[in-house]
């Protein structure tokens, strides 16, 4: 291991590995951070920033990598903390519905030691993210729309401070009104605020009986229609996913599978008893009465795992369609009445700028997301694309960003979202980081 002068960890300084951490997977460019160190606990990180507060070194904290606006990119001498070996996990109290971890942990993993107490961990972004990114950028996903994103299901963490102090902040318990929501604070920071160590968070049951299907529409909108239908009538929906007919083209070609080739809902529902599917006629009533083409019902574990599969394979289908292209992965929130007019908007844009683009999203939190793919001829306009994304949503009241964050891609559009807020945000960074060390330049200009 090649020494990076200072921090007394594993650190590297080697070309071939800094330059994995210049790009991210939409390709925007990066620098050649200063060096690499890796931290397998609170002691490692503590001391990599009491070295970076006397070296006036700024740092980048690392997970998986998966994140998608340009957060883990460096644009100056940062170090970069990589806390993927800090992987363990502390404990599962299955009495308490929690489990304590540190940040390394990926999802998958805890979720699957979980399932042996009959549990889960929720919060599925797709990736196999670890726990301390998907906390520090607030990532939801395919549940979300029964079990919430990270910030609900974040019971407490302890966190490392850029004036070299440590704090453990909220308290496992379901309920709390003591003192400020600092924890909620620290969640979604993307790792400007402090550097997050351990993670108290909730588990929840595994339903006893669950059924998926995956429902073709004739339209968008009327997928949209039967979506917002289901959740006015408070059906035990755990999963609802809009998937439009470009990407299930897609899917079909690289799956090998014959779906129809038109707009779908991918869905989970909970039920208390084998007939999950049956136990809901108002579900398939709302399908056909907005004219639903094809309703395919999968019961047993391997039908679901290979529905799910599809949806969460979309990715590289659409990565797969389009060879030698890059990617551009934006997201928007809206509220439920202009899913619709969100969606149509980014066909609409898609055709203007002569874009192939896909649009596909977590519907039941109004989350869209859309796919472009593109080339070095047609990056302004994808460029263009996102930024006319992103005016349309804050035109009918909504965000910048449902799940991915601001990073470096989404910082223009803070103040207009958020007005004056913007200079709380400012002087809650200076209080927590004067010298301006952690992520500097992700979410406000440093």
């Known amino acids: 291991m090649t020494t990076l002068p200072g921090p007394p960890i594993d650190t590297d300084i080697r070309p071939a590995v800094l330059d994995q951490f210049t790009v991210d997977e939409t390709g ?30 700024p740092l980048i904290t690392r997970g998986a990598g998966t994140s998608l606006e340009g957060h883990l990119l460096a644009r100056g001498d940062e170090l970069v903390l990589d806390l993927s070996r800090a992987d363990s996990i502390l404990d599962i109290s299955p009495g308490d519905f929690t489990a ?26 797709g990736a196999d993210a670890s726990l301390g990114g998907m906390a520090a950028t607030n990532a939801s996903g395919t549940t979300s729309v ?14 490392v401070f850029a004036n070299g102090t440590h704090a453990r902040l909220g308290r496992a318990v379901r309920k709390s009104a003591s003192g400020y929501a600092l924890k909620d604070l620290l969640i979604g920071s993307a790792g400007t605020l402090g550097i997050i160590t351990e993670l108290t968070v909730r588990l929840h049951p595994i339903p006893e009986f669950l059924c998926s ?12 229609d039967a979506a917002v239908e289901m959740l ?46 049956d136990e809901s006629p108002e579900l398939r009533r709302i399908c056909l009465a907005h004219g639903a083409v094809d309703i395919a019902w999968a019961r047993t574990h391997t039908e679901r795992h290979a529905l799910w599969e599809d949806r969460h394979l979309l990715f590289f289908a659409l990565k797969a369609r389009s060879p030698g292209h890059r990617f551009l992965v934006t997201d928007t929130a809206v509220a439920f009445s202009r899913i619709a007019g969100a969606v149509g908007a980014a066909t609409r844009l898609g055709a203007e700028l002569g874009l192939d683009v896909s649009v596909a999203g977590h519907i039941g939190d109004g989350n869209v997301h859309v796919v472009v793919p593109y080339t070095d001829s047609t990056y302004e306009a994808a460029q263009h694309f996102s930024d006319r994304m992103v005016r349309h949503a804050l035109a009918v009241g ?14 223009k559009y803070l103040r207009e979202e958020h007005e004056a807020a913007v200079d709380v945000m400012v002087a809650l960074k200076q209080a927590l980081d004067p010298l301006g060390l952690l992520n500097p330049g992700k979410i406000l200009d440093a």
């Open 28 to 57: 925007r460019p990066g620098r050649r951070p200063r060096g690499v160190a890796y931290a397998a606990g609170l002691d490692d990180v503590l001391a990599v920033m009491e070295w970076a507060r006397e070296a006036r070194c």
């Open 100 to 125: 304590t971890v540190q940040p390394g942990v990926t999802r998958t993993r805890l979720d699957a030691a979980a399932a042996e107490f009959g549990l889960q961990f929720t919060v599925d972004p």
């Open 146 to 159: 029964r079990y919430g994103g990270m910030r609900a299901n974040v019971l407490a963490l302890q966190a």
């Open 213 to 224: 299907l995956r429902v073709s529409f004739p339209t968008v909108e009327a997928a949209v």
């Open 232 to 277: 006015g009538l408070a059906l035990p929906v755990s999963r609802l996913e809009l998937v439009d007919a470009g990407s299930m083209a897609a899917v079909n070609a690289f799956r090998g599978t014959g779906y129809a080739e038109a707009p779908a809902l991918f869905i989970d529902v909970e039920a208390a008893s084998d007939r999950a599917g």
């Open 398 to 411: 909504g965000t910048a960003s449902g799940e991915h964050g601001i990073g470096l891609a989404k910082k």
